[in-house]
């Protein structure tokens, strides 16, 4: 079982992490919504301390409608109306949602690099051409929506996944074959620089009190009651007897704000 850690947990997909907290072994720890200068959503980590480390840095993106696109130009939506929109990247630099996971993986890429003596055990620098983050885009939501996108980027630099089944067999089974070595600890290392909180599982959360339907009558009942004393209180006060010809009366007096 995964080990999960986060920094703006308001954004955390819990399907995606519980899924791999389940189903990844128990040398991965997985990184949710990490800032290295830009937001990356989620980023794999296995260590290896003989070669390089498994280090995978994905984008997700969950779509309703059919996209469209190549790997360098800008990508459409399809409209309810059968229309071909195209998409506006938050960042021009990103041009399409490719683009957004390769410029994220190079910012970790980046990050990792220049903060190396913050949670590497060898004193000595490695050059920055030795790191490497995997870029993978990963489009969640109904899978029976057929995208006219490519299966791989022309430049064969990261990939493509249509749904979450693919990308977890995709994390279990990738090797790189770039990178620096990382151990156990250098990785344990890196999360505390990097600020991060361990996420625990959905089901070791603490649970809601179950309250039964006649517990939750009788609150109800003691709230009105309440609410009727209060009301009669403050009728009691707002009313005061005057005198009138014949029979007795009652007029409101004026409270102050």
Known sequence: ???????????????????????????????????????VDIVVIRPNAERPALIIAAELKRVSRPLMGQTDGVWKELTDQGEWVEIEPSNSRDVNHYWQAVHAANALKDWLWRNQRLYRDDPEAVDEGRFSAWPDLVLLGDDTIVHRLPLAPANRFGLLFFGLDAWVDHVLAWIPRKGVPLNQREVDRLVEVMGLMELPALDARPRPIEVSPEDELAAVVRDLKERMLVLESMLEGAMRPVTAIGRPEYALTARAS
């Open 1 to 39: 079982m995964a080990r999960i850690y986060a920094g703006e947990l308001t954004k955390v997909e819990k399907e995606v992490v519980e899924r791999l907290r389940d189903e990844l072994p128990d040398d991965f720890t997985v990184l949710a919504e990490v800032n290295v200068g830009r937001n």
